[in-house]
């Protein structure tokens, strides 16, 4: 007898959908919301279930990680699928490095201080990141001078139309500064289930950054080891970012702006003090916490949402906070920014 053949229907499926659940405890910002439908998904094989299922793989699906790099400002009238897909394997590539595979629900914070402590250099620079592995690739998440794709192997994801899983290399992720093809062509269409890292093993670390320089300069330690990066980087944004634990938020809520060198130019002339880095391309990025801190919205609120303190560049909620108040907040500081600069600011976070 053949052992090929089709999975019969997940009659356990039924029972593992939750109706009218609530977001809330789902989403870093503590923002109050219900999905229609929502159901968490363990493995590669539990999604393509619901693919083929009669009644959800025709349903529309809204895909969830850790909720750190979300707003939701209303319900979501989809089948909200969290991706709970666990794992962490090691390939060795002898001279050549190492692969680390991983489940797209794996903490991504965790799994940098875990490679780390293994004494596997290459991903300190992106220590602290809030979210999970399967959603790094879909931002191309970055951090003082690395972004995921430096460090991007290959990665399965589950075809949300056919079931079929598809392994996409580097090239065909289509990264580009907080962005990739899952943002695009392949947005709510493919589930990614697995990441792949190369950590190659010849490692040189990333200093070119401010805050990076600064504490070469108050350590006096100019070729630190990866692990020295690590921690600085951990104290750096530990210092900046307040604990999503305690205190609701998703980072960085806007992205940092690229100019032309003329904008720039034009722009330093009324504020010399602007924050601003050279790109290896001529254009010039702009700090946009420093835009939004000039315009005077440090500590402000709206409602139960509010500009962070010790890094305007992030927006809080206070307690009670509703996603309304929250893209309200953003859009001010969007409006103000553009008025005295010129600069329209993109938020980061993907808005509901």
């Not at 402590?117 to 220590?127: D, F, I, M, R, Y």
């Not at 401010?210 to 692990?227: C, F, N, V, W, Y």
Request: with cysteine.
């Amino acid at each position: 007898m053949s052992t090929h053949h089709h999975a019969a229907p997940d009659q356990g499926l039924e029972a593992r959908v939750q109706a009218r659940a609530s977001l809330k405890e789902l989403n870093t910002l503590g923002l109050p919301a219900h999905a229609a439908h929502l159901v968490r998904v363990r493995s590669a094989a539990e999604v393509r279930h619901i693919v083929d299922h009669p009644r959800w793989g025709r349903e529309r699906k809204f895909i969830l990680g850790s909720g750190s790099n979300i707003v939701f400002s209303r319900d979501v009238p989809d089948l909200v699928v969290k991706v709970e897909i666990m794992g962490r394997q090691v390939v060795d590539l002898g001279t050549q490095g190492r692969v680390l595979e991983l489940g797209a629900g794996e903490n991504w914070a965790e799994v940098v201080r875990w490679s780390i402590e293994q004494g596997w250099p290459g991903l300190e620079n992106l220590a602290l990141i809030p979210g999970s592995v399967g959603a790094a690739p879909v931002q191309n998440i970055g951090a003082y001078g690395v972004e995921l794709k430096d460090r991007f192997h290959s990665l399965d994801a589950v075809d949300l139309v056919t079931g079929r899983t598809v392994t996409l290399d580097g090239p065909a992720c289509g990264f580009g500064y907080r962005d990739s093809i899952f943002k695009r062509a392949l947005a709510g269409k493919s589930l990614i289930t697995q990441v792949r890292l190369h950590l190659p093993s010849t490692w040189q670390p990333q200093l070119g950054y401010l805050d990076i320089e600064r504490k070469m300069a108050e350590t006096g330690i100019h070729q630190p080891s990866a692990a020295t990066v690590f921690q600085w980087v951990c104290d750096i944004r530990r210092a900046k970012l307040p604990d999503p634990a305690i205190i609701g938020n998703v980072g960085s809520f806007f992205k940092n702006p690229v100019v032309t060198a003329e904008q720039c130019k034009d722009i330093i002339g009324r504020d010399p003090h602007v924050v601003h880095y050279p790109m290896p391309d001529g254009t010039v990025k702009l700090a946009a916490g420093w835009l939004i801190d000039a315009c005077g919205w440090k500590g402000k609120t709206i409602g139960g949402a509010g500009v962070y303190e010790r890094q305007a560049l992030v927006l809080v909620n206070r307690g009670g906070a509703t996603g309304g108040e929250v893209v309200t907040l953003a859009r001010a500081i969007q409006e103000s920014v553009y008025g005295r600069f010129g600069i329209r600011l993109e938020p980061e976070p993907v808005v509901i």
